[in-house]
C-alpha cells in the first residue's frame, strides 16, 4: 500500500515533510477549513477532514508545474 495512502487513512491532520495546513485559502471548490496539501512526487493533492464524520475528503489532484504558487495551482 502507498505510504500517502496510509497516511491519509491514519494521520489526515498530522503536519510532515510532504503535508500541510494551506491557511487563508480560499479555494474553488466546497471545503470543510483548513484545506491541506499533500506532495506526491510532482501531484499536489488538495484535501479537507470532516471529524464530526471522521472523512478525508480529496477535493482536487493537480499536477505542479515548476514556479507556480499553489494558489496558481488551483
Known amino acids: 500500500m502507498d505510504l500517502s495512502r496510509v497516511q491519509l ?3 489526515p491532520c498530522r503536519v510532515s515533510r510532504n503535508r500541510k495546513i494551506l491557511p ?3 479555494p474553488p471548490w466546497e471545503h470543510v477549513p483548513p484545506v ?3 506532495h506526491i512526487r510532482k501531484y499536489r493533492v488538495f484535501y479537507d477532514v470532516d ?3 471522521n ?3 480529496i ?3 493537480r499536477i505542479k508545474p515548476l ?8
Open 67 to 74: 514556479h507556480r504558487t499553489t494558489e496558481e495551482n488551483l
Open 55 to 57: 472523512l478525508v475528503l
Open 24 to 26: 487563508g485559502l480560499a
Open 9 to 11: 487513512r491514519h494521520e
Open 36 to 38: 491541506w496539501e499533500l
Open 59 to 61: 477535493r482536487a489532484i
Open 51 to 53: 471529524r464530526a464524520e
